[in-house]
């Protein structure tokens, strides 16, 4: 049972969250003794490391429309008795592939709520179709979100008895410690890909009208909205309040200084630096949208705001800049509830009884 062999499938180990995850759960899984193979489509300029022991296979491509039939091929050589994929676009793939390989046990770990993801995808319409058709050949269905589950059973006829609800887990540092601030001003920040789905835009509108507050607001991140958001800063006259740092490996130093956590997604899978702020004890705003945030934020870590208004943002700005948060308890609820062996013990138990 222990020797298992599961073949992970991931687009590469660069920024994204989904993969961050992959490499962590099939580290996990091979501390845990499983037979663990990871293929990624781009191994070019890796972000997190796979254990020693843990077997690569880099398919050097440049997208994933040329993987089909490598990892078809790749199927059949290592013959595995489960695949592991993550990213609804990379288990498109994987469904399709299945078709043409012997049976293997599936499971998709899904990263964000398909039906409104794909409104704003140039695909959106064929990948809505496949998960439709394909999805029912997963033997499971990972959703990071009751959300992301609601989602597939509503919007997808996907049989609910499939879908395992985990959330991601936090990995507590050992050397975490509740920092004491070393400035003297408020300081604000965000951390994530910028792009257009992320809102940052409405974080800047609300921040151009708040002129009374000592503050200044750090971006930590890169993506295609970087210079045009760059731009905005400026046309709000945000440019001396505004920093883009671009994207850093560890935004620790962040997090351990600021007196508010900003979210502006239009909609979210299950941010990853929300859980990443809370367990530094940082208070967050963000708008109540569909995904993970409602079930990551209490009434005692944030403040959620009605979606789209920005004067009530600006607001709540306020308010949580005027309230007294309770650092240690925002810290230990996210330990707690998003404990790191709890769910990774989830995913491990699964791969056993699939």
């Not at 997208?63 to 199927?75: E, R």
């Not at 008795?81 to 299945?98: E, K, Q, Y």
């Not at 997090?255 to 239009?266: C, R």
């Amino acid at each position: 049972m222990t020797q298992k062999r599961i073949l992970f499938v991931c687009p590469n180990l660069g920024s994204g969250g989904s993969e961050k995850m992959l490499a962590r759960i099939a580290n996990y899984s091979h501390r845990k003794g499983l037979n663990c193979s990871v293929i990624l489509l781009d191994g070019r300029n890796p972000h997190y490391q796979l254990d020693p022991g843990i077997e690569v296979f880099d398919l050097k491509l440049a997208s994933m429309k040329q993987s089909f039939f490598h990892l078809i091929g790749m199927v059949k050589k290592i013959k595995p008795d489960l695949i592991f994929s993550t990213v609804t676009a990379m288990n498109v793939v994987v469904v399709l592939c299945s078709l043409f390989f012997g049976k293997v046990r599936l499971i998709a770990r899904e990263s964000s709520i398909i039906s409104i993801n794909n409104q704003h995808s140039k695909y959106g319409t064929l990948v809505n179709w496949v998960v439709k058709l394909l999805y029912r050949r997963f033997d499971a269905i990972v959703a990071q979100s009751f959300a992301m589950k609601n989602d597939l059973v509503n919007n997808f006829n996907i049989d609910g008895n499939k879908i395992v609800q985990i959330y991601n887990p936090i990995e507590v540092p050992e050397a975490l410690a509740l920092q004491s601030k070393q400035s003297s001003g408020l300081v604000f920040v965000s951390v994530g890909n910028l792009r257009k789905e992320k809102g940052y835009e409405r974080i800047l509108q609300a921040l151009s009208g708040i002129t009374d507050l000592d503050y200044h607001y750090y971006i930590v991140g890169e993506g295609q909205e970087t210079e045009r958001l760059k731009k905005m800063a400026l046309d709000l006259k945000l440019n001396n309040k505004v920093t883009f740092t671009g994207k850093l490996s560890n935004p620790e130093m962040y997090y351990a200084q600021a007196d508010l956590y900003l979210i502006g997604s239009y909609y979210e899978g299950f941010p990853n630096a929300l859980l990443e702020a809370g367990l530094h004890g940082v208070p967050a705003v963000a708008y109540d949208v569909p995904g993970g945030i409602p079930e990551i934020m209490t009434a005692q870590s944030g403040i959620l705001v009605e979606d789209g208004n920005i004067e009530r943002y600006r607001a709540a700005i306020r308010k949580a800049v005027a309230a007294s948060w309770d650092r240690k308890a925002i810290a230990s609820d996210i330990k707690t509830r998003f404990d790191y062996e709890t769910l990774m013990n989830r995913y491990y138990n699964l791969f056993l009884n699939v």
